[in-house]
């Protein structure tokens, strides 16, 4: 069975730095492209980067854009998201996806991902 696993989410002050991780098995990762999405309580879920099969491709959401940085390690099977500069309002649920779309651009809609992990706590105090 598929399943992706976050990991490194915590408390940190405004101003700090967290690597999240994201274990996937199952399935044949080098194939998918990756996403990272967060959701906040009472807001919808957003998209916060991606990174196609090769990791030739990246994007961001503008509000991280400059401070986070996706990557990936195919021979470990996991997609990494470097968080920093962090800000109060980059607290959130943090959830990787997995995306069998086969094409060039990468996609930010969350109905478009196959997979899901459970996600990881980040709190980011003032």
């Known amino acids: 069975q598929v399943q992706l696993v976050e990991s490194g989410g915590g408390l940190v002050q405004a101003g700090g730095s967290l690597r999240l991780s994201c274990a996937a098995s199952?399935?044949?990762?080098?194939?998918?492209?990756m996403g990272w999405f967060r959701q906040a309580p009472g807001k919808e879920r957003e998209f916060v980067a991606a990174?196609?099969?090769?990791?030739?491709?990246?994007y961001y959401a503008d509000s991280v854009k400059g401070r986070f940085t996706i990557s990936r390690d195919n021979s470990k099977n996991t997609v990494y998201l470097q968080m920093n500069s962090l800000k109060p309002e980059d607290t959130a649920v943090y959830s990787c996806?997995?995306?069998?779309?086969?094409?060039?651009?990468?996609?930010?809609?969350?109905?478009?991902?196959?997979?899901w992990g459970q996600g990881t706590q980040v709190t980011v105090s003032s």
């Open positions: 996806a997995a995306d069998r779309f086969s094409g060039t651009w990468l996609r930010t809609n969350y109905r478009n991902y196959d997979y």
């Open positions: 199952g399935l044949t990762f080098s194939t998918y492209a």
């Open positions: 990174i196609t099969w090769s990791g030739g491709n990246l």
